[in-house]
């Protein structure tokens, strides 16, 4: 329920207002004062505060500056028959959201309202993210709140106190780095985390990098070195990409992983260390172990536990969580003005397929906060059905594709039970059950 007080002395205003505004509020007080306006404050809550500037007992401004002392934060709407530039700045010095000269005609007053409404509501939905962003960044700053990523967070509190390998697997993009460091940061190892992304190297130069090298061990090597297992020591290692790795090398990482000692390369020594191994892969290790490309022994020894991260495409609501976690972060970062998506904006994000899972959403935002413009016109790829993106003269076939896709995801979600996706699509059942009767899919 709506509710709206007015601070005014003139019964003509009163009146006015009460007439006018019963399309907009359920309850509507008038006060001729400030005293009887606070009176009535102390009594009720109100969404929305429109008060004359000049009342009989003290200043609307002094009094508004006196309600924001004491923790009111109602919204303020100041009307005045008396503008000047000094008011106007004194009015919004105390937060007033709009600046209404008398006379005025009933359009100029019922659009000030909607934007003032709708800047509140924008302001309590920001407040409901952040607090829903705060409670899903308790392990290591991973975002969500479907099934899955619950199910990834249990695992991770579970496995991080435990000596144990764990494989991460998930396609590019979807945060296994993310995952490792979350591991690592709730475990109670006291070493670095150090990582190496097994792709990018040859067998030769991985080897080095890992164990480590003597003087004179190759051409080039002019002074001994420690590799990564020694920056590790009493830490984490993580190895992304592990289907990578040359077979040369899984036999080294196998002995490794077996009797916690490393040889640098050109050395006699055995040196032991003290390291915890986490892996990652964006392949189908068992496939690429039954294809010869990866040493059976080596998955089974890396497969203690596994935490498979879903897809982007598979997460639902997170892309809209996600979405304001990247414009938050990268608004500060970037040092320009956040962005503001409406509900058609994030239809299109949810409706997108997103190939490049997380790493590509954080791209998008921030080559919109860049550009300033909405994070769907920076979208490159397909949308989730697989079909070619259209061109930019087709927004209209566009929206009603995006509407219509989300819809049916919804009530696929939903086991197809019409009024619980109807609560979730935030619309009546009549109006869920018309849509699809123009769709033929009832």
């Known amino acids: 329920m709506k509710s709206v007080l007015i601070v005014d002395d003139e019964p003509g205003i009163q009146s006015f207002f009460q007439r006018g505004l019963t399309s907009r509020f359920d309850l509507i007080e008038t006060a001729g004062d400030a005293q009887t306006a606070h009176a009535l404050l102390e009594r009720c809550h109100f969404d929305l505060l429109i008060s004359d500037i000049r009342l009989p007992d003290r200043s609307g401004v002094e009094w508004v500056t006196e309600l924001r002392d004491k923790g009111n934060q109602t919204p303020v709407i100041f009307i005045t028959a008396y503008a000047s530039l000094e008011t106007a700045i004194d009015a919004l010095r105390v937060g007033a959201m709009d600046f209404i000269l008398k006379p005025f005609r009933l359009e100029q007053v ?7 409404l709708e800047h509140q509501q924008l302001r309590r939905e920001n407040f409901v993210l952040r607090r829903q962003l705060e409670q899903h960044l308790e392990v290591g700053g991973i975002v969500g709140e479907c099934e899955a990523v619950h199910s990834v967070c249990q695992i991770i509190r579970q496995v991080a106190p435990m000596p144990s390998t764990v494989l991460i697997e998930g396609e590019s993009g979807t945060g296994k780095e993310l995952a490792a460091r979350a591991i690592h940061a709730l475990s109670n190892r006291k070493g670095n985390f150090v990582s190496v992304n097994c792709g990018a190297m040859t067998a030769e130069l991985m080897e080095s990098e890992l164990f480590g090298h003597v003087k004179g061990a190759f051409t080039g090597a002019h002074q001994a070195r420690e590799g990564l297992f020694a920056y590790a020591n009493s830490g984490t290692l993580f190895l992304d990409e592990i289907g990578e790795m040359p077979l040369a090398m899984q036999v080294h990482l196998l002995r490794v992983l077996d009797e916690q000692r490393i040889r640098q390369v050109g050395s006699n020594r055995e040196t ?89 959403l954080k791209n998008v935002i921030e080559r919109a906060l860049l550009l300033g413009i909405m994070p769907s016109q920076c979208l490159t790829g397909t949308p989730a059905n697989g079909q070619p993106k259209r061109e930019a003269d087709d927004d209209l076939i566009l929206l009603e594709e995006v509407e219509k896709r989300h819809i049916l995801r919804v009530l696929d979600m939903e086991d197809c039970n019409k009024s619980a996706a109807a609560r979730l699509l935030g619309i009546s059942r009549k109006t869920l059950e018309r849509k699809l009767n123009a769709w033929a899919l009832e």
């Open 110 to 116: 019922l659009a000030a309202i909607d934007r003032c």
């Open 272 to 360: 032991p260390i003290d390291v915890r191994i986490l892996a990652a892969t964006n392949r189908e290790l068992g496939q690429e172990v039954r294809e010869g490309k990866f040493r059976q022994d080596l998955f089974y020894r890396l497969n203690v536990l596994s935490i498979r991260l879903p897809p982007l495409r598979e997460r639902g609501r997170d892309v809209e969580l996600l979405a304001q976690h990247f414009i938050q972060r990268l608004s500060g970062e970037l040092g320009v003005n956040p962005l503001m998506p409406d509900k058609a904006e994030i239809m299109r994000l949810q409706a997108y397929g997103w190939p490049g899972n997380v790493r590509e």
